[in-house]
C-alpha cells in the first residue's frame, strides 16, 4: 500500500488543494462475492493553497469539505501497471457493472483524517464544491452537523475562542448556518472519551450512498495483576490490560458520532457504561452493513503478536529459559530492512470454508530467519475475533521473509533486471511481502514498483512470486502463478518436487480420470471440443478466483487445466 499512496496522489488529487492522507484496505461485496479492494479519501488540503489566496473566507468558508474517494482492487492493473481504478475522478467515474454497488450519495467529507480547521457552512458565501473542466461548482451544506451560530452571544465566544473578530464582525452567517470544529476523527472521539485508547489508524467506508469512519477504541490498564506489561498505542502507554471494547463510527457529512459497546462483558467498559449512561449503543443496534466492513484492529493484533512471541510455550521449563522464543520477522522496503506489519488479506486458510478477510503476521524463531508459525485474526461476521496460530513442521524448512528477500536478491534474472532498470534513470521500489499459506507451504508475492526519479509515480512492472525453491518474475501476478504452477508441475514429474502440486490447494482435489497412453489414435473432433470447453471452465475459474484472492481455489483450478491440456494434447 505504499507506492500505491503516491500513485493515487499523483493521478487522482486532481487539484492541489486535494490529498489523500492514508490508503486503507477492506472489502466489498460487488456482485460475485467479496472483492478486497484498496481506498482512499480524497479530504480538503486548505494549506495547500497559494499563500495569496489563503483568506479567512477561503479558509473557513469556501473551502470547506474534501470530495469523494478512489478505489482499486488489490490484484488487477492497467497495462502501464497502473491501478485499475472501480471509483475515481470528479465527480465520481464508476463502471456500469459497479454503479449499484458502489453508488455514492454523499460525496463531500467534512470529517476526515486531515482536517484540523473549523468552518463556517451553510453561510450566505457558496461553498466549493468540486472543480468541473475550468468552472467550480459551488453549493450550499444542507445538513445537521455543527453547531448553530447565528446568535450574537455565540459569535462572540467563538470569536474570543478562535482569537479572530471574522467570526463576530462577518455578515456571511444566517440562521441555518453551523460551525463545524474539532474535524479530525480521532480528535473529534477523544473529545467526547477521552478516557479510552485509540487505535491508528480510522478507515474509511462507504456504506448506503455515504462515507463513514470507522475507530477501533480499546479500554485498558496497566495495573492487571499477575500480568506482564508491554508497550501499546505506538509506545506511549505501557498496559498489561487491553480490550477492543468499543467500535466508533463518525459520518463523514454530519460528524454524528456514535459510540458501540462492541464488548460489553468488559467489567472497565460496563463501569464506563454506569458513569455515562448515554454515551454507549448496543451493538445489537449495529447494521449489518456496518458489520461486514469491520476489521480486526491492528493495534490489537500488533500488542498480542508482541505477547505471544513468548506466551505460545505451554512447557514451564521452557518458557522459564525463552527456549521457543519467536520473532516478529523484517522485509526489505526502500532498500532497508524494516520490522514487518501485520496486513489485510482476503484468504482462505487451511480448515477456512470460504474466503474470508483475516489480518496475518508471520513469526521466526529467535535468532534464526525461517518461518515457524504465522498468527491470523479474523474479521467477517460470524468468525470475527478469532485467531488462529498455525505452526509450521520444524523438520523441514519453510523459508521466512528475509531468507525470501535474500534469494530475491540473489537470482540473477531478477537483480539483472533491477540493475538495468537503476542504470536508466529510475528507482526500483519494492513493495510489501506478502506470505500466504497454502497446504502445507507458503506463497511468498513481492511487487516490484518502477519510479522515475524526477516523479513520484510508482508503476507496477513485475510481481516476484515464490513457492518451495522456484521463485519467478513476472510481469502480472497472474503470469507469475502459472509460472510457479509449471515449475512445480515439472518437478514432480521429475520425482525431484520439494512440495508436491496437490499442497498448493488447501483441500484435496479429486483426480481425473486415468488416461490410457498406449491408445492408439486420435480422440473424435466431438471429444476434443468437449475437452476444450472443460479448459475454458477451468480458465474462467482461475480467472475469478485470482480475482477474489481465492488462491486455493486458483491453485485448483490452474491444475485441472493443466490435466485437462495434457488430455488434449494426447488426443
Same mark, same amino acid.
Given at each position: 500500500?505504499?507506492?500505491?499512496?503516491?500513485?493515487?496522489?499523483?493521478?487522482?488529487?486532481?487539484?492541489?488543494?486535494?490529498?489523500?492522507?492514508?490508503?486503507?484496505?477492506?472489502?466489498?461485496?460487488?456482485?460475485?462475492?467479496?472483492?478486497?479492494?484498496?481506498?482512499?479519501?480524497? &479530504?480538503?488540503?486548505?494549506?495547500?493553497?497559494?499563500?495569496?489566496?489563503?483568506?479567512?473566507?477561503?479558509?473557513?468558508?469556501?473551502?470547506?469539505?474534501?470530495?469523494?474517494?478512489?478505489?482499486?482492487?488489490?490484484?488487477?492493473?492497467?497495462?502501464?501497471?497502473?491501478?485499475?481504478?472501480?471509483?475515481?475522478?470528479?465527480?465520481?467515474?464508476?463502471?456500469?457493472?459497479?454503479?449499484?454497488?458502489?453508488?455514492?450519495?454523499?460525496?463531500?467529507?467534512?470529517?476526515?483524517?486531515?482536517?484540523?480547521?473549523?468552518?463556517?457552512?451553510?453561510?450566505?458565501?457558496?461553498?466549493?464544491?468540486?472543480?468541473?473542466?475550468?468552472?467550480?461548482?459551488?453549493?450550499?451544506?444542507?445538513?445537521?452537523?455543527?453547531?448553530?451560530?447565528?446568535?450574537?452571544?455565540?459569535?462572540?465566544?467563538?470569536?474570543?475562542?478562535?482569537?479572530?473578530?471574522?467570526?463576530?464582525?462577518?455578515?456571511?452567517?444566517?440562521? &441555518?448556518?453551523?460551525?463545524?470544529?474539532?474535524?479530525?476523527? !480521532?480528535?473529534?472521539?477523544?473529545?467526547?472519551?477521552?478516557?479510552?485508547?485509540?487505535?491508528?489508524?480510522?478507515?474509511?467506508?462507504?456504506?448506503?450512498?455515504?462515507?463513514?469512519?470507522?475507530?477501533?477504541?480499546?479500554?485498558?490498564?496497566?495495573?492487571?495483576?499477575?500480568?506482564?506489561?508491554?508497550?501499546?498505542?505506538?509506545?506511549?502507554?505501557?498496559?498489561?490490560?487491553?480490550?477492543?471494547?468499543?467500535?466508533?463510527?463518525?459520518?463523514?457529512?454530519?460528524?454524528?458520532?456514535?459510540?458501540?459497546?462492541?464488548?460489553?462483558?468488559?467489567?472497565?467498559?460496563?463501569?464506563?457504561?454506569?458513569?455515562?449512561?448515554?454515551?454507549?449503543?448496543?451493538?445489537?443496534?449495529?447494521?449489518?452493513?456496518?458489520?461486514?466492513?469491520?476489521?480486526?484492529?491492528?493495534?490489537?493484533?500488533?500488542?498480542?503478536?508482541?505477547?505471544?512471541?513468548?506466551?505460545?510455550?505451554?512447557?514451564?521449563?521452557?518458557?522459564?529459559?525463552?527456549?521457543?522464543?519467536?520473532?516478529?520477522?523484517?522485509?526489505?522496503?526502500?532498500?532497508?530492512?524494516?520490522?514487518?506489519?501485520?496486513?489485510?488479506?482476503?484468504?482462505?486458510?487451511?480448515?477456512?470454508?470460504?474466503?474470508?478477510?483475516?489480518?496475518?503476521?508471520?513469526?521466526?524463531?529467535?535468532?534464526?530467519?525461517?518461518?515457524?508459525?504465522?498468527?491470523?485474526?479474523?474479521?467477517?461476521?460470524?468468525?470475527?475475533?478469532?485467531?488462529?496460530?498455525?505452526?509450521?513442521?520444524?523438520?523441514?524448512?519453510?523459508?521466512?521473509?528475509? !531468507?525470501?528477500?535474500?534469494?530475491?536478491?540473489?537470482?540473477?534474472?531478477?537483480?539483472?533486471?533491477?540493475?538495468?532498470?537503476?542504470?536508466?534513470?529510475?528507482?526500483?521500489?519494492?513493495?510489501?511481502?506478502?506470505?500466504?499459506?497454502?497446504?502445507?507451504?507458503?506463497?511468498?508475492?513481492?511487487?516490484?514498483?518502477?519510479?522515475?526519479?524526477?516523479?513520484?509515480?510508482?508503476?507496477?512492472?513485475?510481481?516476484?512470486?515464490?513457492?518451495?525453491?522456484?521463485?519467478?518474475?513476472?510481469?502480472?501476478?497472474?503470469?507469475?502463478?502459472?509460472?510457479?504452477?509449471?515449475?512445480?508441475?515439472?518437478?514432480?514429474?521429475?520425482?525431484?518436487?520439494?512440495?508436491?502440486?496437490?499442497?498448493?490447494?488447501?483441500?484435496?482435489?479429486?483426480?481425473?480420470?486415468?488416461?490410457?497412453?498406449?491408445?492408439?489414435?486420435?480422440?473424435?473432433?466431438?471429444?476434443?471440443?468437449?475437452?476444450?470447453?472443460?479448459?475454458?471452465?477451468?480458465?474462467?475459474?482461475?480467472?475469478?478466483?485470482?480475482?477474489?484472492?481465492?488462491?486455493?481455489?486458483?491453485?485448483?483450478?490452474?491444475?485441472?487445466?493443466?490435466?485437462?491440456?495434457?488430455?488434449?494434447?494426447?488426443?
Amino acid at each position: 500500500w505504499r507506492p500505491l499512496l503516491d500513485t493515487y496522489s499523483q493521478l487522482q488529487e486532481i487539484r492541489l488543494y486535494y490529498e489523500f492522507e492514508d490508503v486503507d484496505v477492506d472489502r466489498y461485496d460487488l456482485g460475485q462475492g467479496p472483492r478486497q479492494v484498496m481506498l482512499a479519501a480524497r &479530504e480538503m488540503a486548505v494549506e495547500e493553497l497559494p499563500p495569496n489566496v489563503q483568506t479567512w473566507q477561503n479558509q473557513h468558508l469556501i473551502f470547506t469539505h474534501g470530495y469523494g474517494f478512489v478505489m482499486s482492487p488489490v490484484n488487477e492493473v492497467t497495462e502501464e501497471g497502473l491501478p485499475k481504478f472501480y471509483v475515481r475522478d470528479i465527480p465520481p467515474v464508476i463502471p456500469d457493472s459497479l454503479a449499484e454497488a458502489l453508488s455514492i450519495d454523499r460525496p463531500e467529507i467534512y470529517y476526515g483524517e486531515r482536517t484540523f480547521n473549523y468552518v463556517l457552512a451553510a453561510t450566505r458565501t457558496q461553498e466549493f464544491d468540486y472543480p468541473q473542466g475550468d468552472e467550480n461548482i459551488y453549493r450550499s451544506y444542507d445538513g445537521t452537523g455543527g453547531l448553530p451560530v447565528e446568535a450574537w452571544w455565540r459569535r462572540a465566544l467563538f470569536a474570543w475562542y478562535f482569537g479572530s473578530m471574522k467570526m463576530l464582525l462577518t455578515d456571511d452567517i444566517t440562521s &441555518e448556518s453551523r460551525l463545524m470544529l474539532f474535524r479530525q476523527v !480521532q480528535q473529534r472521539i477523544a473529545k467526547i472519551a477521552p478516557f479510552l485508547g485509540y487505535d491508528a489508524d480510522p478507515y474509511l467506508v462507504l456504506l448506503d450512498g455515504r462515507f463513514v469512519w470507522i475507530q477501533d477504541a480499546y479500554t485498558y490498564s496497566d495495573r492487571y495483576p499477575y500480568s506482564e506489561p508491554t508497550e501499546a498505542f505506538g509506545g506511549r502507554r505501557r498496559v498489561n490490560y487491553v480490550r477492543n471494547s468499543v467500535k466508533v463510527v463518525v459520518d463523514a457529512y454530519d460528524g454524528d458520532v456514535t459510540f458501540y459497546a462492541w464488548d460489553p462483558e468488559d467489567p472497565v467498559l460496563a463501569a464506563y457504561a454506569s458513569i455515562f449512561p448515554s454515551l454507549l449503543t448496543p451493538a445489537s443496534e449495529m447494521s449489518e452493513g456496518l458489520r461486514e466492513h469491520l476489521r480486526f484492529p491492528e493495534d490489537l493484533f500488533t500488542i498480542q503478536a508482541e505477547v505471544l512471541r513468548a506466551y505460545h510455550m505451554k512447557d514451564p521449563k521452557v518458557f522459564y529459559n525463552r527456549e521457543d522464543l519467536w520473532n516478529i520477522p523484517n522485509e526489505i522496503y526502500q532498500g532497508s530492512p524494516q520490522r514487518m506489519l501485520p496486513y489485510y488479506v482476503l484468504l482462505r486458510l487451511p480448515d477456512d470454508e470460504t474466503l474470508e478477510f483475516q489480518l496475518v503476521l508471520p513469526f521466526t524463531p529467535n535468532r534464526r530467519d525461517n518461518m515457524i508459525a504465522l498468527l491470523s485474526a479474523k474479521s467477517d461476521p460470524g468468525n470475527y475475533g478469532r485467531r488462529v496460530i498455525y505452526e509450521f513442521p520444524k523438520d523441514r524448512l519453510i523459508y521466512g521473509p528475509m !531468507q525470501i528477500e535474500a534469494r530475491i536478491d540473489q537470482d540473477p534474472v531478477i537483480s539483472e533486471q533491477i540493475t538495468l532498470w537503476s542504470q536508466q534513470g529510475s528507482s526500483v521500489v519494492r513493495g510489501n511481502l506478502m506470505v500466504i499459506p497454502i497446504g502445507s507451504g507458503v506463497l511468498y508475492v513481492e511487487p516490484l514498483f518502477l519510479q522515475a526519479q524526477q516523479s513520484q509515480l510508482p508503476e507496477l512492472r513485475r510481481v516476484i512470486a515464490t513457492w518451495g525453491t522456484s521463485i519467478v518474475m513476472e510481469p502480472t501476478l497472474e503470469d507469475a502463478m502459472l509460472a510457479l504452477i509449471r515449475r512445480a508441475g515439472g518437478a514432480e514429474l521429475a520425482g525431484e518436487a520439494e512440495i508436491a502440486p496437490a499442497e498448493l490447494a488447501v483441500e484435496a482435489v479429486p483426480a481425473a480420470p486415468a488416461v490410457d497412453r498406449e491408445r492408439p489414435g486420435r480422440g473424435t473432433i466431438a471429444e476434443t471440443r468437449a475437452l476444450g470447453r472443460e479448459a475454458k471452465a477451468a480458465y474462467d475459474r482461475a480467472v475469478q478466483a485470482q480475482r477474489q484472492g481465492d488462491w486455493a481455489a486458483y491453485g485448483e483450478a490452474l491444475e485441472e487445466l493443466g490435466r485437462i491440456l495434457e488430455r488434449i494434447s494426447r488426443e
